[in-house]
């Protein structure tokens, strides 16, 4: 029998000018029903987000990130949404809004640590590469 299970996961992006449809990849939340698992990572280079989006109040924009970690803690500190069922405040996360914080499309994986999946998308869609940073 096999120890991998299904997750789905969105990336959390920034987009400071909805009309111009261009964002920036700043965390990831996943969901893995079967492990009973809800979290949310964020990574986000504040030298290439103020060059992407000058004048984005970052303190906001980290206050809009603490919630949905909130929410996928679950429970009164993450208000009427954190009181929801797991599955419901995944969805109710990634539903499609207009606003500077947005997911991507829900996307579907295997894994056997949710844990380690996060970190490994993370890493994947939103870590600035090294030989960027170094520039």
Avoid at 31 to 41: E, K, T, V, Y
Avoid at 64 to 73: D, F, G, P, Q, T
Wanted: glycine share 6%; aromatic share 6%; proline share 6%.
């Amino acid at each position: 029998m096999s120890d991998r299970h299904s997750f789905n996961y969105a990336v959390v992006r920034v987009v400071p000018h909805i009309e111009r449809e261009e964002f920036m990849n700043v965390g990831v939340i996943l969901s893995c029903h079967a492990r009973g698992f809800l979290d949310a990572a964020f990574e986000v280079d504040e030298k290439r987000l103020a060059a992407f989006a000058p004048g984005l109040d970052v303190n906001e924009l980290q206050a809009h990130l603490k919630a949905i970690r909130l929410i996928c803690e679950g429970g009164y500190k993450g208000g009427a949404i954190g009181r929801l069922p797991r599955r419901a405040r995944f969805d109710w996360l990634v539903a499609p809004r207009s606003t500077i914080v947005q997911t991507s499309p829900v996307h579907a994986g295997l894994c056997s640590d949710p844990q380690q999946a996060l970190a490994h998308l993370l890493r994947k869609m939103v870590s600035t590469p090294p030989e960027i940073q170094n520039r």
